[in-house]
């Protein structure tokens, strides 16, 4: 019988080894692709459960408040107010005066002017040089949506202890119709829990010279009637007319609520 070569037993012993490597590894399963995907889709996860809860709560709370519209001599300046917490949080002039030099004015003025309201939290804000219309205008009507904040504030105070009654208590009341020269005033006021929380004019000499003047006047007489809680109040230089029959229409309102 023949012997086998030497060299054919290597190379048959190298075969059976290489097969059965080759068989070992496709037995082996594949678990690093699945492992790597699952590592890397793990931080993703955790990252997203850390976001989730600061979601859309940053404007809980916040509220806008437009000051009354008040009219200067190169136009009407109105104010603003976004409030969070009870503080300002952001001023912006939605009305100011338009056209010629009074829009590089505005440009000046009113950026500076919403950035001191902010700071300030206050209507105690200094005038822009060179613009000084614009700026008083603008604290008056800041001021007017301060007032109107510090209102909403107490009165959703109050309510959270008896939001009924003091809703029932509030009422509005319309005075008399007072004749004028230059026409009918006549005002309506705002009652609650006995004082006057809003005063307004529903009607006030138009056409003209007229228009200026009650643009001018009324808002001014609306603040103070609210200030003094009576028809106590000064007349508006200028206007002397519309506020007589703007104080007699107010009393009678006042008579009507039993102020």
């Known amino acids: 019988m023949r012997k086998s070569h030497p060299i054919r037993r290597v190379v048959l012993a190298t075969a059976a080894t290489v097969s059965g490597v080759v068989l070992l590894l496709s037995l082996k399963p594949s678990s690093d692709p699945t492992s790597a995907s699952a590592a890397g889709a793990a931080p993703s996860a955790a990252a997203a459960g850390q976001e989730s809860p600061q979601g859309g709560t940053g404007a809980a709370g916040t509220t806008t408040v437009d000051g ?18 009870g503080k300002i949080t952001q001023a912006q002039a939605i009305q100011a005066p338009k056209g010629g030099t009074s829009d590089q004015k505005t440009a000046l003025s009113v950026p500076q002017l919403n950035k001191e309201a902010v700071a300030a939290q206050s209507a105690n804000i200094d005038s822009v040089s060179g613009a000084t219309y614009t700026s008083t205008g603008y604290k008056q009507s800041l001021q007017s949506a301060l007032d109107k904040m510090k ?13 009924g009654s003091a809703q029932a208590q509030a009422k509005t009341v319309t005075g008399q119709v007072a004749q004028t020269q230059y026409g009918p005033v006549q005002v309506r006021i705002t009652v609650s829990g006995g004082k006057i929380t809003q005063a307004e004019a529903v009607q006030a000499p138009k056409g003209g010279t007229s228009d200026q003047k009650t643009a001018l006047s009324v808002p001014q007489l609306n603040k103070e009637a609210v200030a003094a809680q009576s028809a106590n109040i000064d007349s508006v230089s200028g206007a002397t007319y519309t506020s007589t029959g703007y104080k007699q229409s107010l009393q009678s309102a006042l008579d009507q609520a039993g102020g």
């Open 151 to 163: 209102e909403a504030s107490a009165s959703s105070g109050s309510s959270s202890s008896s939001s």
């Open 68 to 85: 009354d519209a008040t009219q200067t001599q190169y136009g009407v300046v109105q104010v603003r107010l976004t409030v969070a917490n």
